[in-house]
T-cell receptor, first 113, second 114 residues
């Protein structure tokens, strides 16, 4: 079955540091890939997505590129801010009559001023 | 404002006492789903619904029931809650038939079963 393996956390960085959170996946076909973010006490919000190989998703300074050859979708940001502190989830979706999202375990990110 | 609303946000209850967590969305979405979030496991799907009166099991359905009598509502029912159902629960909705569509999540319901 489908699965997502995500970089173990927690991750602590200083403000303005470069961020990478690794994500690799296993899927039967050609999934869509997502990064969701969860701020404290809130539900998950879509951060970015990519629907086919070599697509780059981007939003709020975050980027991730759909790499079919390495089955990866790593999240990057060039200069993190304190407001980026949250839990980040990598996820995939394949449509088999169910728009189910398969999630990684989540990575807690803390940015120190 | 487009939103998914869950109630209650927090609940502490005892083993065996039936409870219902409500979920309502105002986006006219056909697809709705329930997930539970547990440390080290991410989110796992409990049940989903493709439209009114159409529901099916997800990956971890044991001990849960759902119904979809109206398009906007998708309640999660725990007939006889047990401590292993202590978790953070999320309801989600989206347009159906397209795995490219992002899902919209509620703010979560934290259940503690004593």
């Amino acid at each position: 079955g489908d699965s997502v393996t995500q970089m173990e956390g927690p991750v602590t960085l200083s403000e303005e540091a470069f961020l990478t959170i690794n994500c690799t996946y296993t899927a039967t076909g050609y999934p869509s890939l997502f990064w969701y973010v969860q701020y404290p006490g809130e539900g998950l919000q879509l951060l970015l997505k990519a629907t086919k190989a070599d697509d780059k998703g981007s939003n709020k300074g975050f980027e991730a590129t759909y790499r079919k050859e390495t089955t990866s979708f790593h999240l990057e940001k060039g200069s993190v801010q304190v407001s980026d502190s949250a839990v980040y989830f990598c996820a995939l979706s394949e449509y088999f009559g169910n728009e189910k999202l398969t999630f990684g375990t989540g990575t807690r990110l803390t940015i120190i001023p | 404002e487009a939103q998914v609303t869950q109630n209650p946000r927090y609940l502490i209850t005892v083993t065996g006492k039936k409870l219902t967590v409500t979920c309502s969305q105002n986006m006219n979405h056909e697809y709705m789903s329930w997930y539970r979030q547990d440390p080290g496991l991410g989110l796992r799907q409990i049940y989903y619904s493709m439209n009114v009166e159409v529901t099916d099991k997800g990956d971890v359905p044991e001990g849960y029931k759902v119904s979809r009598k109206e398009k906007r509502n998708f309640p999660l029912i725990l007939e006889s809650p047990s401590p292993n159902q202590t978790s953070l629960y999320f309801c989600a909705s989206s347009l159906r038939g397209d795995s490219n569509q992002p899902q919209h999540f509620g703010d979560g319901t934290r259940l503690s079963i004593l």
